[in-house]
């Protein structure tokens, strides 16, 4: 029988303060709980198509069904996970520097799980590295930042008023990192602001980083979605061209549309394939700690796609929908409102809207239309019918 009171003389558990709840996690519960069938939520960090669903690409199903017949072992693979999914991503993430020897990779669950292990091995070389971070940014990237236990130190990134990037601001605050300090940049498709740099930001940001010694760590979680596989590299092939030192965490969560599948990878450059070694050993050191080992089944599929030249070119097909919609959604938004023209010059599902909290709050209650507090929305969150009756509400709402 269950007691309110226990005589237990261990309460440990019991003594935990309360956790401050997610406000994403909160904002997906009350849209859920809206009953107005024509709710809109764009809350949600998954794409969804013009239907308003997010579908399994046919090519994974076809390399589900193809890992099914031909799996004949589920015994453990070690630290690494599947080396050969880590192999085969080379090319793609890395472009002209896949057969450089001073990179090395190894698969993480999703991206999360390469932004954990980058910045443990980060805590493991150097302690009292700082983390410079652009704001606004990813929701998760400080609690895992100081998870680790690094100091993070903020740069204005984005000024969601005049819905531009903070660029000289930018450059001034990296200009106060110190050598052996770490900058965080998001390789494409910026989230929360769908602000990227342009090829002139990313040489000038790139410029500073490697004069000034600092170690560049790329969060690439969104390649593909804004021009293309190598154009949404660029500047992560720049910075590799530049510096010495880069560490990168990738995801294929969104552009494999494995989200819940958690297939990811961190790669390291250093000066040499001694270092590089060496470094990795400290990787897999840390990922034995944390998981053991990366969940297998996504990574598995996505290396059987990657390893057939004929489902990769059905993989990119799907994916050039992917981006084509988000484009789309983006272009039919902006040209509704003057207002809401700078939303065709971003990339990504994301992008913000400059609202007040009240604003925000008028158009949950008013409208049943859900975005974060901070006016972020996914701009492939409503289905094809709604964008019309979205545009329309925000228009609205600017206008008070
Ligand atoms: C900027 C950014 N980085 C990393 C991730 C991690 O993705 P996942 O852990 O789902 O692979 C996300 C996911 O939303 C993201 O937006």
């Excluded at 990738?250 to 990878?265: I, L, M, P």
């Excluded at 470094?279 to 599929?301: F, I, K, L, N, T």
């Amino acid at each position: 029988m269950l007691s309110e009171t226990t005589t237990a003389r261990a309460k440990v558990l019991a003594d935990l303060p309360p956790v401050k709840s997610d406000s994403l996690l909160a904002l997906i519960a009350m849209a859920n709980a809206d009953p107005r069938p024509d709710k809109i939520d764009v809350g949600v960090g998954v794409f969804r198509d013009g239907a308003g669903q997010t579908p399994i690409l046919k090519v994974m199903k076809q390399a589900e069904r193809k890992l099914l017949e031909t799996q004949v072992s589920k015994s453990y693979l070690g630290s690494a996970g599947d080396k050969r999914f880590a192999e085969l991503l080379r090319p793609i993430l890395l472009g002209e520097h896949a057969d450089d020897e001073r990179i090395a990779g190894t698969q993480t669950p999703g991206g999360c799980g390469a932004l954990r292990l980058g910045f443990e091995l980060i805590r493991t070389m150097n302690p009292d590295a700082r983390v410079f971070v652009g704001t606004p940014t990813w929701p998760n990237h400080a609690p895992i930042i100081r998870g680790v236990g690094l100091e993070m130190v903020e740069y204005p990134y984005y000024d969601r008023d005049s819905c531009a990037i903070r660029f000289g601001a930018m450059l001034e605050g990296l200009n106060g990192a110190h050598e052996g300090d770490v900058v965080l940049l998001h390789g494409v498709c910026h989230n929360p602001t769908g602000a990227d740099l342009d090829e002139q930001q990313w040489a000038e940001v790139t410029r500073i980083v490697s004069q000034r010694g600092l170690l560049p760590f790329v969060d690439i979680a969104y390649q593909g979605f804004g021009r293309g596989l190598d154009e949404d590299a660029a500047g992560l092939r720049g910075l590799l061209s530049a510096c010495d030192e880069v560490i990168v965490a990738q995801s294929c969560d969104k552009n494999f549309s494995v989200y819940r599948d958690r297939v990811g990878s961190l790669f390291l450059k250093t000066g040499s394939a001694e270092a590089t070694a060496k470094a990795m050993a400290h990787v897999y050191q840390r990922a034995r700690e944390m998981w053991s080992m990366p969940p297998d089944h996504g990574a598995a599929a996505v290396r059987i796609i990657l390893d057939d030249a004929q489902l990769t070119a059905d993989w990119k097909v799907e994916l050039d929908a992917m981006r084509d919609r988000i484009n789309a959604v983006r272009a039919r938004i902006a040209a509704a409102d003057p207002r809401l023209a700078y939303i065709g010059q971003q990339f990504g599902m994301f992008s913000m809207l400059p609202l007040s909290m009240e604003q925000v709050l008028a158009l949950r209650e008013r409208h049943a239309i859900y975005m974060a507090d901070s006016g972020r929305f996914n701009v492939v969150g409503m289905a094809d019918d709604s964008i019309d009756r979205f545009t329309a509400a925000v228009a609205e709402a600017f206008d008070g």
